[in-house]
């Protein structure tokens, strides 16, 4: 049986490292979607379901940390990696509070790289089976109530709420 392939998204405006790393991912069973700008990150990520994005600091257009924001807005579940040849501690403290699960200097070792990427799906999941938990939970604490509009009510706030 065929498993899965985690659907990573690369952002990056060097269009030469986006090809090779893209080639390279791909070898290893990801499903890249590549892109060279913030704005065509944020359209890819709302028309494809991505897990993990892949994202450089400096680009054209919307910055890297301004599309890691956005992205993490829209999508809760999707981890952020940063890459970036331009790193500073600061950059890193920064996109580490808007939601980056890690920040890597380039050049990075494919290997390096591989475990960073590793590491972000394992979060993503592990954050997803939480929710999903606590929901059952929920669930079950409210399967006493005496009131079928009680349980309709609190089943409508969880499938709205987070």
Same mark, same amino acid.
């Given at each position: 049986?065929?498993? %899965?392939?985690?659907?990573? $998204? /690369?952002?990056?405006?060097?269009?030469? !490292?986006? =090809?090779?790393?893209?080639?390279? $991912?791909? *070898?290893?069973? !990801?499903?890249?979607?590549?892109?060279?700008?913030? %704005?065509?990150?944020?359209? +890819? +990520?709302?028309?494809?379901?991505?897990? /993990? +994005?892949?994202?450089? $600091?400096?680009?054209?257009?919307?910055? &890297?940390?301004?599309?890691?924001?956005?992205?993490?807005?829209?999508?809760?579940?999707? %981890?952020?990696?940063? $890459?970036? &040849?331009?790193?500073?501690?600061? #950059? =890193?403290? %920064?996109?580490?509070?808007?939601?980056?699960?890690?920040y890597l200097q380039k050049p990075c070792e494919l290997n390096s790289l591989l475990s960073a990427l590793q590491d972000a799906y394992k979060m993503k999941v592990m954050n997803k089976?939480?929710?999903?938990?606590?929901?059952?939970?929920?669930? *079950?604490?409210?399967? !006493? #109530?005496? #009131?079928?509009?009680? /349980? *309709?009510?609190?089943?409508?706030?969880?499938?709205?709420?987070?």
């Amino acid at each position: 049986m065929e498993k %899965e392939k985690i659907n990573l $998204l /690369i952002v990056d405006d060097e269009e030469q !490292f986006l =090809a090779s790393i893209t080639k390279s $991912l791909e *070898l290893r069973d !990801f499903n890249v979607i590549a892109v060279n700008r913030g %704005e065509k990150a944020i359209e +890819a +990520a709302k028309n494809n379901p991505i897990d /993990i +994005a892949l994202v450089d $600091l400096k680009m054209p257009g919307i910055s &890297g940390e301004e599309t890691l924001k956005l992205l993490k807005q829209e999508h809760k579940w999707m %981890e952020v990696v940063i $890459l970036t &040849g331009h790193g500073a501690v600061d #950059s =890193a403290v %920064e996109c580490t509070k808007s939601g980056a699960y890690s920040y890597l200097q380039k050049p990075c070792e494919l290997n390096s790289l591989l475990s960073a990427l590793q590491d972000a799906y394992k979060m993503k999941v592990m954050n997803k089976k939480k929710i999903e938990e606590k929901k059952m939970n929920e669930l *079950l604490n409210i399967s !006493f #109530s005496s #009131s079928p509009r009680e /349980i *309709l009510r609190k089943l409508r706030e969880m499938d709205q709420g987070d």
